[in-house]
């Protein structure tokens, strides 16, 4: 083996137990810190390769590195029994929102929202980080603005917010059925019967115009 083989094999194990031994997500950038400044690019590519058909993945989530159990294994590692954290309402709207438009303030979130948003429902997301604060916005008052946390691309298994699902998407898994329904099931009756009654005493009117105006004729020639 040649010395530059010798010396990527060694940055790769490098590389692998720095990954192994860390206790959250790393950035390339980071790994390279931490191990005197090598270039670590291609060892991380060829360790993601080495990885990809093993029971346990090498994979990038918003640009930091992490090992995960494949996801065909999940279900052999989940416990007997698990605690469920069920997000209200108000909190998957305001997580949705977050996504799709950051870094956008409460102030944002609840003029798409068309209601108030309590502070809770961002507490929540920010406990279960998910959401992080990312500065303020340079306007007067310099509000608050949100974001969403590399967690929160881990946990929905995406690599960047480039992955969420556009319209079509939710729409074709089934995502807005709940809202097609809604609006095909709405009760639009009340305003065609108003309609119809304003059209009715509309002709009315102008019937009622007709004769008075025939009398008005016969009285004159009498």
């Known amino acids: 083996m040649s010395d530059d083989a010798t010396e ?20 390339a950038d980071a790994i390279s810190t931490h191990l005197g400044g090598a270039s670590v690019r291609e060892a991380l590519a060829e360790l993601a390769g080495h990885y990809a058909g093993r029971g346990v993945n090498l994979v990038e989530r ?3 590195w992490l090992f995960q159990t494949a996801p065909d294994l999940a279900h052999l590692l989940r416990r007997e029994k698990e605690e469920v954290r ?3 309402r108000a909190a998957t709207e305001v997580l949705a929102i977050v996504a799709y438009h950051e870094p956008v303030s409460r102030a944002e979130i609840e003029a798409i929202r068309g209601v ?3 502070k809770g429902t ?24 949100y974001a969403t946390t590399p967690a929160f691309l881990t ?15 939710l729409r074709a898994a089934g995502l807005l059925d709940p809202v097609d329904a809604a609006m095909a099931q709405m009760d639009f009756s ?10 009715e005493s509309g002709e009315e009117t102008e019937s009622e115009q007709e004769s008075a105006g025939g009398l008005a004729s016969d009285e004159e020639s009498a």
């Open 155 to 169: 946990h929905f298994g995406l690599e960047s917010r480039r992955d969420l699902p556009g319209i079509d998407e």
């Open 86 to 88: 069920r997000l209200s």
């Open 122 to 145: 961002l507490d929540v997301l920010l406990e279960a980080g998910w959401v992080r604060i990312a500065g303020r916005r340079e306007v007067p008052g310099r509000p608050v603005i």
């Open 8 to 27: 990527m094999d060694g940055l790769v194990r490098a590389v692998e137990a720095t990954l192994f031994a860390a206790t959250e997500p790393m950035t």
């Open 62 to 64: 918003g640009g930091r």
């Open 190 to 199: 009340h305003d065609r019967d108003e309609e119809e009654a304003s059209e």
């Open 116 to 118: 108030q948003t309590a």
